[in-house]
């Protein structure tokens, strides 16, 4: 969203956000804005609790130390939540595509159409 190189967001668009902490400025303001667009928000946060999960429509709690946490990690900042969601969000993308029989051929098609 706000990307010169992304389409325009409209009604019954989709809007993935995600932010460690849940309350990334840009991030959480992003998300308001789709919700009045009509677009569902699906949060990806290590906090459920958080402004953005509680805007959200649906939330995937991906566990991991975030910017400003002690402990849990040898990890500088949110590199532990940062890796978990690369893995959960490749996984999910996978499910998807055998769920709706997409080869890698055609989402490579949808990359290159972008509006």
């Known amino acids: ?3 010169t190189i992304c389409p325009s967001m409209h009604e019954g668009d989709v809007l993935l956000a995600i932010s460690g902490s849940g309350s990334t400025r840009r991030t959480v303001e ?4 789709a919700k009045k667009l009509g677009v569902k ?5 290590s ?4 402004a953005l999960a509680q805007d959200a429509d ?4 991906v566990p991991g130390r975030v910017k400003g946490e002690a402990g849990g990690s040898i990890q500088l900042l949110s590199s532990l939540f940062d890796q ?8 999910l993308c996978l499910k998807i595509s055998r769920r709706d029989n997409v080869s ?12």
């Open 1 to 3: 969203m706000g990307e």
């Open 30 to 33: 992003d998300a308001e804005a």
């Open 41 to 45: 928000v699906i949060a990806v946060t």
């Open 47 to 50: 906090k459920p609790e958080s």
């Open 58 to 61: 649906a939330v995937i709690v």
């Open 84 to 91: 978990s969601v690369h893995i959960a969000l490749d996984a």
């Open 104 to 115: 890698d051929a055609q989402a490579n098609a949808n990359h290159a159409n972008v509006e």
